[in-house]
DNA sequence: CGATCTTACGGGATTCGTAAACATA
DNA sequence: TATGTTTACGAATCCCGTAAGATCG
């Protein structure tokens, strides 16, 4: 038999007021379709639930099993269509992304806290690493989405352009970079720019980081002063403020390099232009609390160079 | 919004076997009718429970939520489902009666022996007891309905005719009156009759109890011969076997004085039957074991004398 | 006779199955 | 190209509301 959240509304309703005429009104039914209602739900069971006559409407024993039975099931639909509804209007959920730190600390913050002020039920999960672990996150459904500097396109991933991020020379304020302008060239200009730079000594990110790999792809086949390499960019900040070299950073991260002793300079180079994609699953759709996010952050990219 | 249960196991269906082809087969519906019935399932959720393409079907984050809820929404809906068909079916029950213990001990054991083979699962409740605590038993809705020898008519309660029941005159074997005959008899011969049997010691049950007041009836304006008055038939039986005096008893009750010492003989006399009424509540129907039990017992009424 | 549940019935919405279109591996 | 989902559409069914009927106090 086929048993409907109206058939037990109905019933529920019946049981109450133990009238036909404020049941039906309070379900927003006419008299004789609350009736039919009734009757398809006695039918359905084949019991009578209800003992009626023109002027008393009580429950029958069974009527009264039933009504305990119909309770249990009422709280479970109930739990069901609020819990569905709250996830469908964002008022809960969670989402899962992972982007490089790049983004995570200096663009994405802002975004994401118009995002929580929007809709401030949803747990946000923010994976805050490099390229290779963001694919492995996604492709793991670990993560719901992620930004990266790498394109994939395997059967299961697929990436889509999401931003170009420049980068920017960063030394220390009394360096002799300091003071030379740094144009947009092609060419012969370009190379003597490089080999301007690929002179002083030069703090690296380590080799696995996108940032490295660019930079290497782009001063080539001119070999760099490298003093050091290290993994975190804070650690950039501090070795040039100490007059240890000079570096080459992205530009979405300039704002940590914000400092008295600092110069950061937009580096305008043809080929020094870090693509970041943002990179997904191709089998399965977004969850709305992670497509609401996607929307959200693909709304308020960084603006491309 | 309205959640059917056609819905749930189609939710279920294509949750498990995540293909459309086969849960609609397993649905008993077309391929398309099953679509779109996920369809306004999640188009009344307001969210999409499955990911699809025409080669892959699987369950979207919020299809998993929604399948947990599922699953406890479907055991509810069972449990109430085969509860209310057992109790359909009879599987299941309880019934509640209240009769006078002249049937409960010689002709109600028989009848319910069949009732419950026919029936193992119904719990039966018996109260015996007499007319007036049968009478309150169903008015209280203690009992489902009573067999007693009150007819009643009340707002709450109805009475039907059930049985007729003669007396039969008990003696010891080597009684004077074990000799004579006793035969229908109208008028004179009546009276006649009535004084061959007031003129010996009488044992008697209790003022309270119907068959003293059918007793008195009968034989007034005679004076009789009490000498004692008892509270139950086993103890009438004693007392005539030891001698101490006559009694006149109910013939459902004959068989209680089948003893080699004793003689029981029927007492044709008019007046001397006991009327015994069905009595049940006006309001209530019967629940469906208790009218079972009903017409059981009415199909099988001891035969009216 | 008044209040209330049931039956009767016409119109409208829903739902079904067949067939064609569409999409993916 | 083959398999499997969606769309299109006519037909059957179901469901609703109005109106009339029945029943009890």
Redesign the interface.
């Known amino acids: ?6 058939q037990i509304d109905a019933f529920l309703a019946l049981a109450v007021s133990l009238s036909f005429t404020r049941a039906a009104a309070q379900c927003h039914l006419s008299q004789p379709a609350f009736s039919a209602l009734i009757r398809s739900l006695e039918e359905g ?4 639930l209800f ?1 009626r ?1 023109t002027r ?1 409407v ?1 429950l ?3 009527g009264e ?2 009504l305990v ?2 309770r ?2 009422r709280i ?2 109930d ?3 609020s ?3 709250s ?3 964002l008022e809960r959920g969670r989402v899962s992304i992972a982007l490089l730190p790049s983004l995570s600390a200096g663009w994405l913050p802002n975004v994401l806290r118009q995002y929580r002020s929007a809709h401030p039920g949803i747990e946000i999960s923010i994976a805050d690493v490099l390229s290779e672990p963001c694919i492995e996150l996604v492709a793991s459904s670990k993560a719901d989405f992620a930004l990266a500097a790498v394109r994939v396109d395997t059967p299961e991933l697929c990436a889509s352009p999401f931003c170009s991020d420049g980068f920017h020379l960063v030394c220390r304020r009394d360096h002799p970079l300091a003071k030379i302008s740094l144009t947009t060239g092609h060419g012969a200009r370009t190379t003597s720019q490089l080999s301007a730079l690929a002179a002083w000594p030069f703090i690296h990110m380590a080799r696995h980081s996108s940032v490295r790999q660019y930079l290497e792809a782009a001063f080539h086949p001119q070999v760099m002063r490298t003093v050091m390499e290290v993994e975190q960019l804070a650690t950039v900040a501090g070795m040039v403020r100490a007059g240890l070299g000079i570096s080459v950073i992205p530009t979405l991260t300039a704002f940590h390099f914000k400092h008295p002793d600092l110069i950061t300079r937009p580096l305008p180079l043809p080929g020094l232009t870090r693509q970041i994609y943002l990179v997904r699953r191709r ?3 977004l ?2 609390a ?1 497509q609401a996010l996607h929307d959200h952050i693909v709304h308020h990219r960084p603006p491309s160079e």
């Open positions: 038999m086929n048993l409907s959240s109206r069971l084949g019991l009578r003992d006559s008393h009580s029958t024993s069974e099993d039933f039975a119909a249990r099931i479970e639909m739990a069901a269509l819990s569905m509804k996830t469908a209007s089998d399965r759709g969850s709305v992670a």
